[in-house]
């Protein structure tokens, strides 16, 4: 007949079981966010020269949009020194929940009179890569595992920024 674990190891044992569970289902999109304090620190040779991160980058991430979203992290940079980039970088719980924001925004901008006009969408590695026109800028759009990233770049370096966007956010 086996031997019982004392009461001691059995807790201990307990609470790893535990702590194991919650950091996988619970925190779990917690980490995969977190990717969103990591922004480029520099874009086509351009610095950094501003950043919000965590709740303030997703209070305005949730202003420009004028609703709620599930997000669990969030981060906003911009490039040069008149704004010649900006990335916004959003994290959700999972990748369920990404694909299904980023379908939600491909939709809504299909089908509302917005400030952008849809100029494409192609297959990167993998992944569709959504690419507008507006408001002076090319931007682009696309799902990184958890996150979603929106790059607003100006025309004259946009190739560039964009090609090191999708290799920073893979």
């Keep these: 007949m086996p031997k019982?674990?004392?009461?001691g190891a059995?807790?201990?044992?307990?609470?790893?079981?535990?702590?194991?569970?919650?950091?996988?289902?619970?925190?779990?999109g917690i980490?995969?966010?977190?990717?969103?304090?990591?922004?480029?620190?520099?874009?086509?040779?351009?610095?950094?020269?501003?950043?919000?991160?965590?709740?303030?980058?997703?209070?305005?991430?949730?202003?420009?949009?004028?609703?709620e979203f599930p997000l669990v992290s969030g981060a906003m940079g911009m490039y040069g020194s008149s704004d010649q980039a900006?990335?916004?970088?959003?994290?959700?719980a999972d990748d369920p929940t990404a694909a299904?924001?980023?379908?939600a925004m491909h939709e809504k901008i299909a089908s509302v009179d917005t400030p952008f006009t849809p100029?494409?969408?192609?297959?990167?590695t993998g992944r569709t890569v959504y690419l507008l026109n507006g408001?002076?800028?090319k931007h682009i759009y696309f799902q990184s595992s958890s996150l979603v990233i929106w790059l607003a770049v100006n025309p004259e370096i946009a190739e560039k920024a964009i090609q090191q966007i999708l290799k920073a956010y893979p």
């Design 31 to 67: 980490i995969a966010g977190s990717d969103a304090s990591n922004l480029p620190k520099s874009l086509t040779d351009l610095p950094l020269t501003a950043a919000t991160y965590g709740s303030e980058a997703v209070q305005e991430i949730t202003r420009l949009h004028g609703k």
């Design 119 to 124: 100029t494409g969408e192609e297959q990167i």
């Design 100 to 103: 299904q924001i980023l379908r």
């Design 86 to 92: 900006t990335l916004w970088v959003a994290g959700f």
């Design 10 to 28: 059995m807790i201990a044992f307990g609470v790893i079981l535990v702590i194991s569970a919650l950091f996988y289902l619970g925190f779990k």
């Design 4 to 7: 019982r674990l004392p009461p």
């Design 135 to 137: 408001m002076g800028q």
